[in-house]
């Protein structure tokens, strides 16, 4: 009995898609990012990262490569043909790879077999990824309707590992080893799968090159495979099959709790060496549910990132930052499935998505020696309808800056924050403790000691203490890294939370040896530290107690913490200057010792996470591996600086 594979376009037919009417979004059109899915929290969306076309044409394209020669080859699964049709479905030589050089395109490899459905080029299967070595094309072959012995009615080439040089023709190719009949010889994951699935299935859909040889995500069989110098292969990984819930429709007429596949679509060899995965997850595919492995050898996958949907290709970008591709960023339920998204993994973990409007069935992805990220788009449409393109995607860099703020209410800001500076003055209905940013930078809160809380710039107001009972002054503020709530704390240790902030817990019942000074939430949005005037610490949610100057002899006392980029660590800073650092954060410096016009004030850690700044009252600004951006040291202030951020 033949069956048919499931890849992450195939499940879109299964659903009933008509692509005839989908809506397909226009280049540039706004779209919105929820602030969490699957349990991870994004970064707030602006609009979408501008995309610049520089290859059309091209038959659904795959995924993308860079070769030696610093050109970028990508994969076309082809159109099919009017050969061995079976099930409704035909085979011919229409796959090919283009290369893109220099501002032109070229296919540089022709003749590889595709298979389409008659009638319809869309969802055509065929080369799927290659890896260029500079004189020979690697590539992995899909697969698309496979019999128990691995073999299949259409070409003798699917699911094989096809060797050939550019321009050279099918007669002298290299071909195998063979995916399918690995997997029917062996069967890894054992068949686990929902109703209807085959116990044996191949769809062979990426390739790295790894240890002189290849790993290859083998997508239908859900495992990760090595093919060897001498053209051997062995298992590398299988990946986890999870359980979800069936809509109605999907298995019959009511909701099943069924086993989802993982569905591996892509791999890449990470900064330290391991290697990376990628999975579409299976039907039923819901989104947030999709996550990246991390795969090393003679060890478990474990779970790098999750929280996306039906991913296609995985990169990491020259900071080491890993960046996902959303074939549909709302899983197989999404009724016009049409809208994917490119997001980056920020060292804290927060997913910052870069584009998704202008992105229409991605189905690869790259990052050139510049750092410029390319992307396949339209990966399911042959040249005309509307047509397999590459893009690039413009991945604004982030710089770096702060504000400072008096008890007046008046703000000072620096570096990129300065495009606020217009923004009116508040006039507060007490004094201001604290600032905090918004997430794009553009705007901010101010708290005042009687709870009060003032949004101005695109900051939103999701509620304050004003004008409710408090048992002591509030004394911090900090946002939610996506911008959709804050949090404030009192002295007595009590946290009020709003918006999207959650509360973690407080230390209003504890007995407290000193007041608390400052609040400091976690990079993931999910805790918070709270530190007191002798250096006492309350971490409370995902963040961590690291250690603390509670029992120490202080000449000055403790004003504020600041945390490093990862959550793994903090500083505390004194009103002398002195600095503390505890956990990964690194001391770079203080100034305890300095005389100083006016004590310390305020702490802030820079964008990167990777130095700070002391802020004393007059304004005057200390940096420690940070920037000199400009201080309000030496200008006339309407009163004392209380709290930086940025």
Sequence with gaps: MRVRSLPWFCTIVATGLALAGANIPAAGASSSTPLEVGGVRFAAAGPPAPVTVIATGLNNPRHLAFGPDGALYVVEGGTGGTNNCVDGSCEGPTGSITKIADGTQSRVLTGLPSVAGQGSAMFAEGPAAAVFDGTNFHIVMQETIIDPDGSNPFSPLEAQLIT????????????????????????????????????????????????????VADAAANDLLWVNPAGQISLLAVFPTETQTSLPGDFGPQPVTVPAQAVPTSVVVGPDGALYVGQEDGQPSRPGLARVFRVVPGQAPSVYASGFSMITDIAFDAQGRLLVLEADKAGDDDPGHTLGALI??????????????????????????????????????????????????????????????????????????????TLPVIKPSAKVVGIASTASHHGYWEATADGNVYASGDATFD????????????????????????????ADGGVFNFGDARFYGSAGAVHLNSPIVGIAATPDGFGYD??????????FGTANFYGST???????????????????????????????????????????????????????????????????????????????????????????VVGAGG
């Design 164 to 215: 050939a040089a550019p321009g050279s023709s099918p007669s002298t190719w290299t071909v195998g080893p063979n995916f399918a009949a690995f997997e029917a010889a062996n069967n890894p994951d054992h068949g686990a799968g929902p109703p209807g699935e085959t116990p044996i299935d191949s769809d062979p859909y990426a390739i790295t090159a790894y240890r002189g040889g290849y790993a």
């Design 344 to 421: 980056r993994v920020e060292k804290n973990g927060v997913h910052t998505e870069l584009a998704s409007a202008d992105l229409v069935f991605p189905t690869g992805l790259a990052v050139g020696p510049d750092g410029t990220i390319y992307v396949s788009d339209f990966g399911i449409f042959p040249a005309g309808h509307p047509g397999g393109e590459v893009v690039t995607v413009n991945q604004s860099q982030p710089t770096d800056g702060f504000r400072l703020v008096g008890q007046d209410g008046k703000v000072y800001n620096f570096g990129d924050e300065a495009s606020t500076n």
């Design 530 to 539: 709270l530190v007191a005037s002798d250096g006492g610490v309350f971490a």
């Design 463 to 490: 509620g304050s203490m004003a004008g409710k009972k408090i048992n002591s002054p509030i004394v911090g503020i900090a946002a939610t890294p996506d911008g959709g709530g804050y949090w404030l704390a009192a």
């Design 550 to 640: 509670g029992r120490q002899a202080l000449r000055a006392p403790i004003v504020g913490i600041a945390t490093t980029a990862d959550s793994g660590g903090y500083w505390l800073v004194a009103s002398d200057g002195g600095v503390f650092s505890f956990g990964d954060a690194v001391f770079l410096g203080s100034t305890a010792g300095t005389n100083l016009n006016q004590p310390i004030v305020a702490i802030t850690n820079t964008r990167d996470g990777g130095g700070y700044r002391l802020v004393a009252s007059d304004g005057g600004v200390f940096n420690f591996n940070a920037s000199p951006l400009g201080s309000a040291g030496g200008t006339t202030l309407s009163a004392l």
